[in-house]
């Protein structure tokens, strides 16, 4: 396999010795994204510069996370460790929206769009499921069991124009909201994300008190705000999968690791909607699973897990995965 823990702490979270792909630069101080690429060169997702953020501000979260991964090798070897009420983990989900317009106030209707693109996803009954490239067909996850459920929305007005990715958007006292019960339920924010960037979400490990996914008010969902190509609710599905430790692709490093046996190696993020049959340059040159939602891709031109994918994210919830408290009966 060409995924190893040993990577995935060596390069993926200490990003030592390994060659970054991002476009974005980091604020060494504070963490947060003070450049970005043009929003015409494609999405950018914050996740693994938020991630390096807290590690930095919380170097305990290092080995919480090893401990994850570990328990995540033993899920992957004995399945049989989930716990599964009905054969579904159902997922109760806050929505808290922070606006300053009215546009940025996205109604209901809008919401329900993006619970109902989730629950799609990952049910597998996406209609663009059928789309899948040949290769692919074996290794596609399709229904991952896990449901969401709107359990509440929070609106809050605010004078902000755009928030950035040091987590303010998540603290009341910063003018945020707090999440609400963030051992038990997922928590979206929407909001109006400066520097072109689409999304965030938080892995396994990190603190309670800032547990979730933001996501642009442009990008939620797949009507109301939304834009092209972002208007088909897959940054959402691309976040919560980082929520449920799914890496990018491409690992954030050239020919890097996703810590996913069967997902190929890929040189780097794609963008747009690459031919079907592109081919990595790295070890064996594989062709890249550029259909996968953990890449960069346009939302018309992702509608696949793997099968790998899909027992790293139920390990979340099997016994310290991270999110064991989601599977509590």
Known sequence: MKKTLLFFMGCTLLAIGCQKTSLTEVNSTDGNIVAD????????????????????EDPSLLGRMQAIEEATERFASNPDMARLVNGVYEIPVVVNVLYKTAAENISDAQIASQIAVLNADFGGTNTDISLIPATFTGVKAGNINIRFVLSQTIRKSTTKTSWSTNDAVKKTASGGLNPTNPTTS??????????????????????????????????????????????????????????????HIWGDATCGSDLVGDTPTHNTANYSCPASGHRSTCTGTPIEMTRNYMDYTNDACMYMFSAGQKTRMLATFATGGGRTTFAAP
């Open 186 to 247: 997922l928590n979206l924010w929407c909001c109006n994300l400066g520097n072109g960037i689409l999304g965030y979400a938080q892995f396994p490990g990190g603190s309670s008190a800032t547990d979730g996914v933001v996501i642009d008010n442009n990008a939620f969902g797949s009507t109301g705000t939304v834009t092209s190509p972002y208007n088909k609710g897959r940054t959402g599905t691309h976040e919560v999968g980082h929520w449920l430790n799914l890496r």
């Open 37 to 56: 690429a043009p929003a015409s060169f494609g999405r950018h997702c914050a996740s693994y510069e938020v991630l390096q953020r807290q590690i930095k």
